[in-house]
């Protein structure tokens, strides 16, 4: 039996006796001295190794297989296509806190302690104080207490013979959870009575209240709060007496338990809806299409949502089961709202924002297929839907789709492209501003392309209109002006908001409208800057400059999230000539605050919401008016659906533009295409106002016009002549090290036997770029290195070469930074 274990390597594994095991169970194996776990992927009547090299199965973790037929090959081609261990593909799928890693506890071996006492370094003597105190200590928790630097030492000293070492294995920390209720046996109904008529009643009065409040309520109470309120002697006398039935029953920790969401908004969709939602109903009913891929291109506002319930009802009409993935957390509860009023009670939940019980009730729930329907983010697309019909990628050009920090690093559009083929589902992909890849894929037919050219506004909604009746309006988009700020700053305009842009936001506000202002930087300046001597404040542990924060009053990495106070002088001239440069949008809060002091103002960013309970309270808080200006990041740019914002205003379209990616531009469009799209949802028309010191720009101006056919044909005039994606293929490969000259010896030492294998199997069509630093160039302590292939299939050329440790090999790279 072929078992992939935690440290990435497959072994051989005999099923003892009596134990059952199938192809998708989680099991503990020996492992060394570790017993660690594994998943089964094969079983076979032969070992392929001899019979005394190969050992028995410990114990199976849970009872029934989590993974089936279908996730087994799809862990295989994650594993294959994302250069990553059959376990490390594969884990993403299994129920959350199903996995666990050995933890290592450490003793002290007394008597070779005491004999090397002399010969310990004070980082030695102090971890063995640390340890005789408490007799038997985890070593993560040893680390947490005395730093990173203590493992380095801890493996010495193991060595060395003075600690022992073993590994232990603990069950899955999350757990179905269970409560008992109680209530009155109705065959003790007489025998209570009597009871009650007599006086011996007042000689037990708090059983007397038990059995009136259980008679009062007419069903089963909770256990647990009947002895908090009436003592637990109370209910064990009744249960004695057997007055009481108890059963057990598993507790649901459903994310929308108690939630309410308002009457569907049903309506007839208009002519280029329904083209594209006929196109879904014809694959569905057609098994030599089943596995069909559609691309829905439509202008913001142009209700590819409408085209997304629509194929969603028809799949669980065919009796399947659907996934709709969106970008953000934040994104879920508009999405939820949606999807949950139109399939009430049919809609699961999934993203790293629940609680963890949360995500194993609704995991185990949506595996025996409970639900029709599953929402969440990128993860989500791993869910063990049983009868998988189709899956809906919404704003399918994010960047989000894509894990880069982890292996796998894959991309949930791929996996569900991969899936799609596997489970003979559909998947629909819809932006307003598609990655060009995916258009690409459409203008050669790969893709089934679908346009939305179009608004579609619903006028008749509260009106009393009947639903059935209702038909769409044709919206018009907002008006874009872009403002030149080289021009204000030569008339004398220094502000951070141009005469355009202020003008507005005070009509904005004086109409009693809203407005959106959108800056795609937090904080209240970026850098702070010396000039005197030049020098910039940068954090302690990453190539970067740190950003001010007024409300926390320090200056924050938002890399690596490590604070520092102001400074008073320059550190490195000693003068006090320090001044904070550039804005974030604490800055814009403020400015808009000291401006407009009647108008509420909100912001949203990751230091104000990081929870989903968060971004939901805030989005209530705006669309219920209690602010008429929302300040963000790139959180507001993405599917929000405003009808009162009437003004958006893009105060620095800049950001991001000048960074070593060749998708910077592309990025840039989409952003601003899709907050731009945020104004003129509603009765009012909508207005757009972009800043830039940049106006020339291609993606400024393919923004500003709200033209992707003109963004992409210039992007792909780019990507054409650099023979970047889509016309070849790139994998990155970073390599860091917390030293900075062996990590650049061993990027050249890589890009020299690439470049030798290259020409030794002649890859004419593969480029060797690099090796070079990576942008930033040192990460929390760590140096930073990178090589790029780029090429028809450079993967070629990678599988020729060994990829050592340190090295992190990313296929399909969606940033170069």
């Not at 935690?6 to 134990?19: D, H, I, K, L, N």
């Not at 963890?356 to 729930?365: A, L, P, S, T």
């Not at 009053?553 to 904070?580: E, F, K, T």
């Not at 003129?680 to 106006?695: M, N």
Request: with cysteine.
């Amino acid at each position: 039996m072929d078992v992939p274990t935690a440290p990435g390597r497959t072994f051989s594994y005999r099923v003892p006796q009596g134990m059952g095991v199938s192809p998708g169970n989680l099991v503990r194996v020996p492992f060394g001295a570790r017993t660690l776990q594994g998943i089964v992927f094969t079983l076979a009547d032969h070992s392929q190794v001899a019979d005394e090299d190969t050992r028995d199965i410990s114990s199976v973790v849970f009872d029934e297989p989590l993974l089936d037929d279908v996730r087994l090959r799809l862990a295989r081609w994650i594993s294959e296509y994302y250069i990553c261990s059959l376990f490390e593909a594969a884990v993403p799928m299994l129920p959350p806190g199903g996995r666990v890693r050995a933890r290592i506890h450490l003793t002290i071996k007394e008597a070779e302690a005491e004999s090397e006492q002399q010969n310990l370094t004070p980082l030695q003597q102090r971890i063995i104080d640390y340890i005789s105190k408490r007799g038997s200590v985890t070593q993560d928790a040893l680390v947490n207490s005395i730093g990173e630097s203590a493992a380095a030492s801890v493996a010495s000293l193991i060595r060395r013979g003075i600690l022992n070492r073993d590994y232990f294995l603990p069950d899955p920390s999350i757990r179905h959870r269970y409560r008992t209720l109680v209530s009155l046996a109705p065959e003790t109904a007489k025998e209570i009575d009597e009871w009650l008529s007599t006086k011996r009643r007042n000689q037990a009065p708090k059983q007397s209240a038990l059995v009136e409040h259980l008679r009062e309520v007419h069903e089963p109470v909770d256990a647990t709060e009947a002895r908090k309120e009436f003592g637990g002697s109370v209910v064990k006398s009744l249960m004695d007496k057997g007055w009481l039935n108890s059963r057990t029953v598993a507790i649901d920790r459903d994310p929308l338990d108690g939630r309410s969401f308002p009457e569907p908004s049903t309506m007839r969709l208009n002519v280029e809806q329904s083209e594209a939602a006929t196109a879904i109903h014809s694959a569905f009913e057609q098994p030599d299409v089943l596995g069909t891929t559609f691309l829905i291109e439509g202008v913001t506002g142009s209700g590819k949502t409408e085209v997304y319930l629509d194929a969603v009802d028809y799949c669980i009409q065919m009796g399947k089961q659907a996934i709709v993935l969106v970008p953000e957390i934040a994104l879920t509860y508009q999405t939820i709202e949606r999807f949950a009023a139109r399939f009430p009670g049919r809609v699961a939940v999934l993203h790293s924002g629940l609680s963890d019980g949360e995500r194993f009730d609704q995991w185990w729930k949506i595996r025996r297929g409970q639900y029709d329907l599953v929402i969440g983010s990128r993860s989500a697309v791993f869910a063990p839907v049983p009868d998988l019909g189709l899956i809906v990628i919404d704003e399918e050009h994010e960047w989000t789709y894509k894990q880069h920090d982890t292996a796998p690093r894959y991309h949930a559009r791929q996996v569900s492209l991969r899936l799609s083929d596997m489970s003979q589902a559909l998947v629909v992909l819809g932006s307003a501003s598609p990655d060009v890849g995916s258009y690409y894929a459409g203008m050669n037919d790969r893709y089934r392309l679908h346009r939305l050219t179009k608004r579609f506004m619903d006028t008749d909604r509260g009106a009393g209109v009947d639903a059935a009746a209702r038909t769409p309006t044709v919206g018009a988009l907002p008006s874009v002006r872009v403002v030149d700020m080289r021009e204000e700053l030569r008339a004398g305009n220094t502000n951070m908001f141009s005469r355009a842009l202020s003008d507005s936001l005070r009509a904005c506000l004086d109409a009693g409208e809203q407005a959106m202002l959108f800056l795609n930087r937090r904080g209240t300046s970026s850098h702070l800057r010396c000039f005197s001597c030049g020098y910039s404040l940068r954090c302690r542990h990453c190539d970067v400059s740190v950003t001010y924060h007024a409300a926390s009053r320090r200056y924050i990495c938002h890399y690596c999230g490590r604070r520092r106070l102001p400074p008073g002088v320059c550190p490195q001239c000693l003068r006090p000539r320090l001044r904070n440069y550039g804005i974030g949008t604490e800055a814009v809060a403020a400015e808009v605050a000291a401006r407009f002091p009647d108008a509420g103002v909100l912001r949203w960013d990751r230091d104000i919401a990081s929870s989903p309970k968060a971004h939901e309270e805030l989005l209530t808080r705006f669309r219920t008016g209690e602010a008429q200006v929302l300040v963000g990041t790139q959180m507001i740019a993405k599917g929000l659906h405003f009808p009162s914002v009437s003004l958006v205003g893009v105060v620095s379209a800049d950001v991001g533009l000048t960074i070593p990616d060749y998708r910077a531009g592309e990025r840039a469009f989409q952003l601003l295409h899709q907050v731009a799209g945020r104004a003129g949802r509603g009765s009012s028309e909508g207005k757009v106002i972009i800043q830039t010191f940049q106006p020339d720009n291609y993606a400024i101006q393919s923004a500003a016009a709200q033209d992707y056919q003109l963004f992409y044909m210039r992007e792909m005039a780019y990507r054409r002549q650099q023979g970047n994606p889509p016309y070849s293929s790139l994998i990155r490969m970073l390599c860091t090290n917390t030293n900075q000259a062996k990590c650049e010896s061993e990027a050249i030492r890589m890009a020299t036997n690439l470049r030798e294998r290259k020409a030794e199997w002649d890859f004419t069509d593969t480029e060797v770029m690099g090796p070079m630093p990576a942008f930033p160039a040192r990460l929390r302590g760590r140096y930073r290195w990178h090589i790029i292939l780029r090429g028809r299939n450079p993967r070629e050329l990678l599988d020729k070469v060994e990829v050592p440790k340190g090295w992190s090999v990313d296929i399909d790279p969606v940033a170069l930074t």
